[in-house]
């Protein structure tokens, strides 16, 4: 029988599909940053579109260069703007946020959903048990005229996680892992469901950091089991027939698993922590659309609080909304950062893509909660990115040099999921 991804687009195209089938089905909601939106906007018009097919269902956001670093991209944030205003939709502007954050929070996607987005890391929506792809500006522009877009049903890969997470062992650690295990193209055009006992107590914004980096396995989308997922709302979730067919089958026990990280220059390019401790770092950064909500920054906070990063070593943050940085703020997590050494930038995407807001010098060695550290990413290609955990990202700043978090919680107890 069916799979997560057969059984949600077989509801959508109102007719059993199986993988490899093509099916042409109506979408739930569809959003463009402004990486995306202005190359949609000029095929849509091309096109000849007049309207939206549905506005309530299309949200634009301003994350990827915001504000706006130059007067090209200021002309394409107003392009944008000019836009909404004619044909109406959401809207979010300077600093309210990184799409994939907004998405969720505002409720612009909900469990079962079919979602599109113009931005590869839109399989973040399958912690909520949505069908979430991301697709190029030109299928968006068709999208917003038709409401509809055409799919090939993907096969699914099934990764069963056994065990329980190590205390201070983040969901960051986990993806990290797998993606290590699958290699950046061992998932290329498949669905990823994760499931397993190691997953049932996850928060949503662990789960979401999941999600995300389906993307760094080139999935197409990427599902974590619904099985204990806490929502603010009612919501019947899809699981797996038992008899499911899978192209591949994975199974994991995480029970021993120690802080990962990515080495230059690939998101597979992965070792345990212990192989890199003492390695300088000159720039560290938590946000982006993987690691910067609220937990997050709690997690950081909780290794930094009462002291002062290393002099040689600048922290760079960026809450993943306007909403998680105010919550921050009420609960003191914010003054703690700040207190720390931390310098807060707008919430969006800027560093972790390369626009601005933290662009590396030559030969600079970053570490960064981020899902991508190809040569360039941060905008500069003689720069080291390395990918960790918000909690390892902070206690290096803290040291001046990869650390690992545990040996500065020597002895306590510390749940960080």
């Keep these: 029988m069916g799979t997560i991804a057969e059984k949600i687009i077989s509801q959508h195209a109102g007719r059993p599909v199986s993988a490899g089938d093509i099916?042409?089905?109506?979408?739930?909601?569809?959003?463009?940053?402004?990486?995306?939106?202005?190359?949609?906007?000029?095929?849509?018009?091309a096109m000849g579109g007049r309207r939206l097919w549905d506005p309530e269902r299309v949200s634009l956001i301003i994350d990827h260069a915001s504000p706006a670093p130059n007067e090209r991209i200021g002309n394409l944030h107003k392009l944008m703007r000019d836009f909404h205003e004619r044909m109406g939709g959401h809207f979010y502007d300077v600093g309210e946020g990184i799409c994939h954050q907004l998405m969720v929070e505002d409720g612009r996607v909900q469990p079962t959903d079919l979602f599109v987005g113009a931005d590869s890391h839109t399989p973040t929506y399958g912690a909520l048990n949505a069908f979430a792809v991301g697709v190029g500006s030109t299928d968006l522009a068709a999208v917003w005229?038709?409401?509809?877009?055409?799919?090939?049903?993907?096969?699914?890969?099934?990764?069963?996680?056994?065990?329980?997470?190590?205390?201070?062992?983040?969901?960051?650690d986990l993806i990290l892992f797998l993606v290590g295990q699958m290699g950046i193209a061992g998932a290329t055009y498949q669905a990823i469901e994760y499931t397993g006992p190691a997953?049932?107590?996850?928060?949503?914004?662990?789960?979401?950091?999941?999600?995300?980096?389906?993307?760094?396995?080139?999935?197409?989308?990427?599902?974590?089991?619904?099985?204990?997922?806490?929502?603010?709302?009612?919501?019947?979730a899809v699981f797996p027939d038992p008899d499911a067919t899978y192209s591949q089958v994975y199974r994991?026990?995480?029970?021993?698993?120690?802080?990962?990280?990515?080495?230059?220059?690939?998101?597979?390019?992965?070792?345990?922590?212990?192989?890199?401790?003492?390695?300088s770092v000159h720039q560290a950064f938590i946000g982006s659309c993987t690691n910067a909500r609220l937990e997050d920054l709690q997690m950081a906070a909780r290794i930094l609080k009462g002291q002062r990063i290393h002099p040689r070593t600048r922290l760079i943050i960026g809450?993943?909304?306007k909403r998680v940085f105010n919550d921050a703020l009420r609960d003191g997590t914010a003054q703690i950062l700040s207190e720390a050494g931390a310098a807060f930038i707008t919430s969006g995407c800027g560093p972790c893509v390369g626009t601005h807001q933290g662009i590396p010098g030559d030969g600079?060695?970053?570490?960064?909660?981020?899902?991508?550290?190809?040569?360039?990413?941060?905008?500069?290609?003689?720069?080291?990115?390395?990918?960790?955990s918000p909690a390892v990202v902070a206690a290096s700043a803290l040291c001046g040099e990869i650390t690992d978090p545990a040996t500065l919680l020597a002895g306590e107890e510390w749940e960080l999921l």
Aim: charged share 20%.
């Design 23 to 45: 099916a042409i089905v109506p979408v739930d909601g569809v959003m463009a940053t402004d990486a995306t939106a202005p190359l949609a906007i000029r095929a849509f018009e």
């Design 199 to 236: 997953l049932r107590h996850l928060s949503l914004a662990s789960r979401m950091t999941i999600a995300n980096m389906s993307a760094e396995m080139g999935a197409k989308t990427g599902f974590v089991d619904a099985t204990g997922l806490a929502l603010p709302y009612e919501f019947t």
């Design 319 to 321: 809450a993943a909304s």
């Design 252 to 279: 994991f026990d995480v029970s021993e698993l120690q802080p990962q990280i990515a080495l230059p220059h690939s998101p597979d390019n992965i070792r345990p922590i212990a192989e890199v401790v003492g390695q």
């Design 145 to 172: 005229l038709t409401g509809k877009i055409w799919l090939k049903v993907p096969q699914t890969i099934k990764i069963e996680l056994h065990g329980r997470i190590p205390p201070g062992i983040t969901s960051k």
């Design 364 to 388: 600079e060695v970053i570490i960064s909660s981020t899902n991508r550290n190809f040569r360039g990413r941060m905008g500069n290609p003689r720069s080291l990115v390395y990918l960790a």
